[in-house]
């Protein structure tokens, strides 16, 4: 039996008329799903399935992470092509003010995403169908399932139409993106810990200095920033070290336990 087939059997009569009308949503993303399994597994948080009756459920996690990276694509070929003269670094700051938790949460709550996600009523009533670090896996999940479902062009076709066609409004937004706050949000919406920034040198004179901030987590190092100002400074680390987190150079397994090495000092 398919992996597909065996979960279409775990699906089987389970009710969804609390999480709202699947139709409703398809209308809302603008894409008909062929294998309706993979929607639901898309909208399934781990709090669903630690349920004991919903114990072997699969949750939309695998689907955040290919999301992750099909969401990542689509911008980035948008960026490289609409921005020709642009250098690496100037489209990598569109690309981080465009695909960040902040922008993800809102265009999730935009759609109206929330009331669709299966929780454990314990995580309903604690508001986790608006806390943004389920909204934003959750846009991510969706993506990794329309790719699945329909292919790349599909996915493009989604992203385009909800996040890239209104790309003057986002852009506006950029400079504005918090990548502390964010970062924050990331390791604590994954039970990891919280970021820790540390001065680790001051240059120049005291009217023209140069700081240099480093960001651990449980005495993993995640990133190194500069700046004329400690805020500048640690804005650049919480900036490096979500691009090491998303790229996968550092996993959660990994910053779940404290680093034996304590690369912090």
């Known amino acids: 039996m398919s992996l597909l087939k ?5 699906f089987k009569g389970r009710p969804v008329s609390d999480v709202g009308d699947l139709n409703e949503l398809q209308n809302i993303l603008g894409y008909r799903f062929k294998d309706i399994v993979l929607l639901e597994t898309a909208l399934t948080h781990r709090s669903y399935i630690n349920m004991p009756e919903h114990t072997r459920l699969p949750s939309y996690e695998r689907l955040e992470f290919l999301g992750d990276s099909v969401l990542g694509l689509c911008v980035a ?4 092509q609409r921005f020709e003269g642009y250098s690496e670094g ?3 700051k569109l690309k981080a003010g465009l695909v960040n938790i902040h922008s993800l949460t809102d265009l999730a709550r935009s759609l109206g995403l929330g009331k669709f996600i299966h929780l454990s009523p314990e995580e309903r009533r604690a508001g986790g169908d608006d806390r943004p670090s389920i909204l934003s896996d959750i846009f991510e999940s969706l993506t990794g399932a329309i ?3 329909g292919g790349y062009e599909q996915a493009q076709h989604w992203i385009e139409r909800v996040l890239l066609n209104d790309f003057d409004r986002w852009r506006s937004r950029i400079q504005h993106v918090n990548h502390k706050g964010e970062l924050l949000e990331y390791l604590q919406g994954r039970g990891v810990g919280m970021p820790h920034y540390q001065v680790k040198d001051e240059s120049g004179p005291d009217h023209e200095k140069t700081f240099t901030i ?3 987590c449980n ?6 920033g500069t700046g004329a100002s400690k805020k500048e400074a640690e804005q ?3 900036q490096k070290a979500l691009q090491k987190i998303k790229s996968g150079a550092i996993t959660f397994n990994d910053l779940k336990s404290p680093n034996n090495n304590h690369a912090n000092n």
């Open 6 to 10: 065996h979960i279409s059997k775990l």
């Open 77 to 80: 070929a948008y960026l490289h």
């Open 90 to 92: 100037e489209l990598t």
């Open 147 to 149: 790719y699945l479902d």
């Open 214 to 216: 480093t960001v651990s």
């Open 219 to 224: 005495f993993h190092l995640l990133g190194t």
């Open 236 to 238: 650049e680390a919480a």
